[in-house]
């Protein structure tokens, strides 16, 4: 089960698992972003690079016009997928203190 | 323990249903489940978008002991590939050069502890193997 919700202030919210059988609705509403947007991920339990795709394809087409993705509360074995796959070097992820 | 699942996308939802009951009666922790679900969706995946040829059915092994847990996917019909000679991905690229595909395998290869690629007759086997008694990723594991 995957759901992702836009908040009325433009916030992203992730929930549960983003796999390949879930891409096409994330890859949805990603596609219409077009503004730097935070992406909450507390409630996303699983990643794998079907997700992945998504985020650096969404991250490409925003960084054309100086746009970004703000990645945050990821839980930490979904944030070692993003380290492991270094995607630090291409997010701007805010770790949980 | 085995089980067979159409080779298409949505089957991914009964092969972790399939996979979480074995873990679960395993007590696996929730890391090493990680990978282990991680590892059979990349490869299953592949097998559905690059081996549409093959038989209509993928078959999943999957063994645990306290030591490690074995899972297996047999791939019959269509066209071998073996993963394990899959081209490296060069992480250290930047945003503009990374290309948006071709992380799974990779994925796979720096977190699991084995991955082995067999074909004998008509089909190819899968075997991966993750290790319960070490952390469930490495730091800069180099293979």
Redesign the interface.
């Known amino acids: 089960m995957f759901t992702i919700t836009v908040k009325d202030d433009g916030e992203i919210v992730l929930s549960g698992r983003l796999d390949a059988s879930q891409v096409e609705i994330a890859d949805a509403v990603f596609n219409r972003m077009n503004a730097t947007t935070r992406v909450n991920f507390q409630d996303l339990d699983y990643i794998s690079s079907a997700g992945l795709g998504i985020l650096l394809k969404t991250q490409k087409r925003l960084g054309s016009t100086g746009q970004f993705l703000v990645l945050f509360n990821m839980n930490k074995l979904v944030r070692d997928v993003f380290r492991i796959a270094r995607f630090d070097l291409v997010f701007r992820i805010e770790d949980t203190p | 323990m085995q089980r067979s699942f159409r080779r298409e996308?949505?089957s991914?939802?009964g092969i972790?249903l399939f996979l979480d009951r074995l873990m679960d009666v395993h007590g696996t922790d929730?890391?090493h489940a990680?990978v282990i679900?991680?590892a059979v969706?990349?490869m299953f995946?592949n097998m559905v978008k690059y081996n549409r040829g093959g038989d209509p059915e993928v078959i999943l092994g999957f063994e645990c002991n306290g030591k490690a847990c074995i899972v297996t996917l047999v791939d019959c019909g269509g066209v071998p590939f073996d993963v394990t000679s899959a081209g490296e991905v060069d992480?250290?690229m930047?945003?503009?050069e990374?290309p948006?595909?071709g992380?799974?395998i990779?994925?796979v290869r720096?977190?699991v502890d084995d991955l082995r690629y067999e074909f004998s007759g008509r089909c190819g086997t899968i075997t991966i193997v993750k290790n319960l008694e070490d952390p469930?990723?490495h730091d800069h594991r180099q293979r």
Request: aromatic content about 10%; glycine content about 10%; proline content about 3%.
């Open positions: 996308i949505r991914l939802e972790f929730p890391g990680y679900r991680l969706e990349e995946t992480t250290s930047s945003l503009d990374r948006v595909g992380l799974g990779y994925l720096q977190m469930h990723v």
